[in-house]
């Protein structure tokens, strides 16, 4: 300890903000959090931490525990002006020695968001996860979002509200809840929503100021939403910039109308595997975003890419996504039918993105096929401005040949691939043969991707155990 009291305390201070940011996950065996255990050192210690008003804002609430409640009143009392970060849920992170029954407990969540309320106006991010079982007009679910109804949250950037786990259910599947008005004052900061397995009804929520919105129902468990309910979400956020889709969110109606998203720039979308191609053709053709820069697609089968082929046809002569500059495709299951309409529909894209994408042989293959043989004078390739190429994991053919005639064929042209990003860890990576057979054609870098990666695989989860951004 003798060479951390030398530490200056501002720098102290900064270690402890930044100990306490890391979240972990739900199960995880953790006593007590940091801010405790580091107020519990010494009396140097003790005091900076208790002078440290940011140490004692990030409030991961489990209403299991018996001793949870006193232990939020004295973060609201220490944590002084500072925002609040609030994650709210029964599950417990803690031991297994607080467990008390859960039914009970569930009930125990309106008492604490009387807690919290008194200091609404210092909330910034509130994730609240509600059980399945618990959504009845009797439960916490209906009660807490009356506590919320007639408030204002000024500084409230992030909302979370989510029902977890409905295939805990016994029978049936589970149906999403709408969302009673709340907020109904005013939250004119909050601009990054994320509603899992529940209903946005009109007027239920500010969405006004919203620029990134995250949708989602668990698969198979949950039964999709009413297009319609989709519709009035998307569309009473005029300024939404970023959209993430997860799972089956409507049913597929032949009477389904467009949505205009012309701010739109960023759409990821989690899809399933052997899914009626339906409901993908619909979704892209429901969808009308002339912004849109980046697109990503998860969890894609080979029906599935089908109905997403088939908005991009059905779009021509006029491309899709005209002025999309990335694509990015993940867990690609299996062979796919590869057309030139998929390119036609975003002609413009300049950097590609894959990770663990099995089929992309067949993408490639078809690049380098459609640039053989002699071709007339004024001639384009398919995707002629694409110059960047991201492999953020790949367990594919260790001869890459479909990959390594596109690059030799298109450098011929004079429209080579400028670089290919690809992972430096020998378990995620190209692999030292193939990176030696690239080089010959095109500058590879060889990059620590891991953020990337895992933020990807955690994107594409149908059901993410995120709270914060």
Not at 301 to 327: C, H, N, R
Not at 329 to 334: H, R
Request: with cysteine; hydrophobic share 40%.
């Amino acid at each position: 300890m003798s060479d951390i009291k030398n530490l200056p305390n501002e720098l102290l201070e900064y270690i402890f903000r930044y100990a306490a940011t890391g979240v972990r996950p739900v199960g995880e065996n953790q006593e007590l959090p940091f801010s405790i255990s580091a107020s519990h050192v010494c009396r140097h210690w003790r005091e900076l931490s208790l002078n440290t008003p940011g140490l004692w804002s990030r409030l991961n609430i489990s209403i299991l525990r018996s001793w949870e409640e006193e232990r939020v009143r004295v973060c609201l009392e220490r944590s002084r002006k500072a925002l609040l970060d609030i994650r709210l849920s029964r599950h417990d992170w803690a031991d297994g020695s607080s467990q008390q029954d859960e039914a009970s407990c569930s009930m125990k969540m309106p008492a604490f968001i009387s807690l919290l309320l008194p200091h609404i106006h210092r909330w910034r991010t509130l994730a609240i996860n509600i059980d399945p079982d618990r959504v009845d007009v009797d439960g916490p679910y209906i009660a807490v979002l009356k506590q919320l109804s007639d408030h204002s949250a000024p500084k409230l950037e992030y909302l979370h509200v989510s029902v977890i786990e409905p295939s805990r259910l016994r029978f049936g599947q589970f149906t999403p809840q709408p969302i009673e008005p709340i907020l109904v004052q005013g939250a004119s900061a909050l601009t990054r929503v994320r509603l899992r397995n529940v209903l946005a009804g009109e007027g239920c929520l500010p969405f006004q100021n919203v620029t990134t919105l995250d949708l989602g129902v668990s698969d198979k468990s949950t039964s999709p939403a009413e297009y319609d309910d989709i519709k009035w979400v998307l569309g009473s956020s005029p300024h939404l910039e970023d959209l993430t889709l997860r799972g089956k969110l409507f049913t597929p109606d032949y009477n389904t109308s467009v949505i205009e998203l012309p701010f739109l720039r960023s759409l990821k979308v989690v899809l399933v595997p052997f899914w009626d191609p339906r409901y993908t053709g619909d979704l892209f053709t429901a969808l009308s975003t002339p912004a849109l820069r980046t697109l990503e697609l998860y969890a894609l089968s080979e029906d599935v890419l089908d109905g997403f082929i088939g908005a991009m046809t059905d779009s021509l002569p006029q491309p899709k996504y005209p002025i999309l500059e990335t694509f990015g495709l993940a867990s690609m299951d299996g062979p796919s039918e590869i057309s030139d309409e998929l390119f036609a529909g975003m002609p413009d894209v300049r950097h590609l993105r894959l990770l663990d994408a099995a089929s992309v042989d067949d993408l490639f293959g078809h690049l380098a096929r459609n640039v053989a043989g002699r071709k007339p004078v004024g001639w384009l390739p398919l995707w002629p401005n694409l110059s960047t190429i991201t492999f953020l994991d790949y367990y594919g053919p260790s001869d890459f040949k479909p990959l390594g005639n596109f690059l030799r064929r298109r450098s011929q042209l004079n429209r080579g691939i400028s670089t290919i990003r690809a992972d430096s860890s020998p378990f995620h990576g190209l692999g030292w043969k193939s990176l030696r057979a690239l080089r010959k054609v095109v500058e590879v870098e060889e990059l620590d991707l891991e953020g990337e990666r895992r933020k990807v695989a955690t994107m594409q989860e149908i059901d993410p155990d995120c709270w914060y951004e």
